[in-house]
């Protein structure tokens, strides 16, 4: 007889609701099917199966198999559900039922989670959406172009004389680089003051909305701080990290009413999910999880530039940015890094005209003058 | 010329401390010097080097190349400094500064983080570490035992019940399963307090110390005021899984002075980083970045278990658990997952006498008597 006798937890707490998780698992047949069974025990009790005797553990709280098969040659496909009621209605324990152990296990990857409303109901997801930014914009259909202010070591003005020529040059959205936060050179307070001024100045001068978005990433602490900082300076979008902050924590900058602006993830520290054959799809994690966790557009690498990202995989993340997901809306996709205008049209072919073009180092590379390569993106944009 | 003139920060800001990075970089040679000069730009200004002027950012933002060499047959090591400041003190920063855009790169893994004393300075580490815990167990020298209450799907009454025979059979420390958060059958606040309750009962019975370690995983608003909770219900110990909260919130955690319990780190959702040739080594993150973000405990999968960890990666966590770096404290590796009886020889051999046995599963599988199976658990622990 197994020590752990029979639970007195009432079969009446779970509502048999479940959501499910599609798993890629590498392997022989007979090799992932045994690891199939593993992720159902290993995700949620585990626990040795053979101790847990016949009832509600095994019936409600263990993973289940709802499909097998095979993938391509060398890998299947492997859904799994699990009781809605085991994640608490927490982000962290849903990642934690999704991913938590099965991360150290080579060779099994999230390639889709299938969310239906009960689970989805504690998650407001996006603010803004696709639709919302575009309202703020006033931009009903085409593509939009951002672009980031760097490098680090100018000083707050230089930065601020950045951002202004982006804005008068017609950028729509204006970000910090990821890589600016609190620095000597350019302090938080002050250089997202004067940027949000100098984006604001120039806006009022083209007559288009531009929106300067700052970077918040920043120790657990400092984060809503900087984001009524922020916001109180005129900020008009806010930029974290998941990878870095934490994916809960952007959900609770999202939801809260008091801030309400626009957030954009960036990728940082995220990579290593989706390098191997163990991890998390490029979809799950800049699209569905960043839509879940609230984000209205998500920055990824771009096919074919420095990073390594196919074209699949972009397409990948692209559709899970506007896939049904109950009541979350859909966001942006904003591809960047080492963009070109020879790539525009390839982009347009993947990504469609919902998206947001991130342009860095481009808009210093075309010309002398930068307001006049921001002009000529812009027009190159307009023209789509 | 480019577009980017000489910054007016001032050279003073820069201190010329510089941390370093050790990467392991895959490739052939001049692919890996290739990479490794990408890092130095990627890492920092993240902006086209060659629009970059002499001065201030090149000689001090960049990185710098210290040291490049090969390191086996497949791959080189570069030792990449950084100037302090572009950390701005934060260790969200640090993070991104050491492997964010990079992490995002294939073929590129950290191995090791030489940290002085002025970067470490803004970090307060363990506040019990090794020593610390051994003080509240009145345990000097030989190695810990620690169990996990478990499965979920018990009741609140249910899991004190396992803790309280785990107690009464001398396990040092008895934590919750990372799973346990704060499900319907398990609330967070009833199930502290009936575990904390039995803990605390069964060590007066005994005589001997016993720690319940508590599991405050959760959203991020909910971390600290569940410390609270766990703190006030009796819990001497707090775990959380910083690949979920971020590492950053743990440090906070630690850093409370009004909760002030050791804490141990799970491994949930950071396996990522380990299994492939793109991450963080298992020394770093489990060891380096556990200690700089103030876990005194770090619990990994042990070697030979149903993990798939070496003995080397295993020995590199245990080694990076206590080298020198700066004020902070040695901690516990804390190797778990399959453990049995015939390993310990072997695991002595590997960690030293300074380790915590995690033992789950096993203790159920001895024998059909809770409490005679950890006592069994513990008389051999004693005669080591």
Redesign the interface.
Same mark, same amino acid.
């Given at each position: 007889? *197994?020590? +752990?006798r029979q639970?007195?937890?009432p079969a009446s707490?779970f509502s048999g609701d479940r959501f499910s998780v599609t798993y890629r698992i590498y392997g022989s047949e007979q090799e992932a099917r045994a690891k199939a069974g593993?992720i159902c025990i290993e995700?949620?009790?585990?626990?040795?199966a053979d101790?847990?005797p016949e009832g509600?553990?095994r019936d409600?709280?263990f993973g289940r198999i709802e499909l097998f098969e095979r993938f391509d040659r060398e890998s299947f496909k492997a859904i799994i559900s699990y009781a809605i009621?085991?994640t608490?209605g927490?982000?962290?324990?849903f990642?934690?039922?999704v991913?938590?152990? *099965?991360? +150290?296990?080579?060779g099994i990857r999230v390639e889709h989670l299938d969310l239906q409303e009960s689970l989805l109901k504690p998650f407001k997801g996006p603010r803004f959406g696709r639709e919302g930014i575009r309202k703020l914009l006033k931009i009903p259909k085409r593509p939009l172009l951002c672009t980031?202010i760097?490098?680090?070591?100018?000083?707050c003005?230089?930065l601020a004389d950045l951002a202004y020529q982006f804005a008068l040059g017609g950028m729509d959205m204006i970000k910090d680089?990821?890589?600016l936060?609190?620095?000597?050179?350019?302090p938080f307070e002050e250089r997202v003051k004067r940027c949000a001024d100098a984006v604001n100045r120039a806006s009022r001068k083209t007559g288009r909305p531009s929106l300067y978005i700052a970077n918040i990433?920043?120790?657990?602490?400092?984060v809503m701080k900087r984001a009524r900082l922020a916001k109180n300076a005129g900020a008009e979008g806010l930029m974290v990290?998941p990878?870095?902050?934490?994916f809960?924590?952007m959900?609770?900058l999202a939801d809260d009413d008091s801030i309400a602006l626009p957030i954009m993830t960036h990728?940082?520290?995220?990579?290593?999910?989706?390098?191997?054959?163990?991890?998390?799809s490029h979809g799950v994690i800049f699209g569905q999880l960043a839509r879940l966790a609230g984000a209205d557009a998500t920055i990824f690498?771009n096919f074919g530039g420095?990073?390594?990202f196919s074209r699949e995989e972009c397409m990948d993340i692209a559709e899970e940015t506007s896939i049904p997901m109950g009541q979350l809306k859909p966001i942006f996709p904003a591809p960047g890094g080492g963009m070109s205008l020879d790539r525009v049209p390839e982009m347009l072919e993947t990504y469609g005209q919902d998206l947001i073009f991130l342009i860095?180092?481009g808009l210093?590379?075309h010309g002398?003058d930068?307001v006049e390569n921001c002009r000529y993106f812009r027009q190159m944009i307009e023209k789509i």
């Open positions: 007889m *197994s020590i +752990i639970t007195c937890t707490l593993d995700q949620t009790v585990e626990f040795p101790e847990v509600i553990i409600q709280v009621e085991i608490a927490e982000l962290t324990q990642l934690n039922v991913f938590g152990n *099965s991360s +150290i296990k080579p980031a760097k490098p680090m070591g100018l000083s003005r230089e680089d990821h890589g936060t609190d620095q000597c050179c350019s990433t920043a120790p657990h602490s400092e990290a990878g870095i902050i934490g809960d924590l959900r609770e990728p940082a520290l995220q990579g290593s999910f989706v390098t191997s054959r163990n991890g998390i690498p420095r990073f390594s860095g180092g210093f590379k002398p930068l």
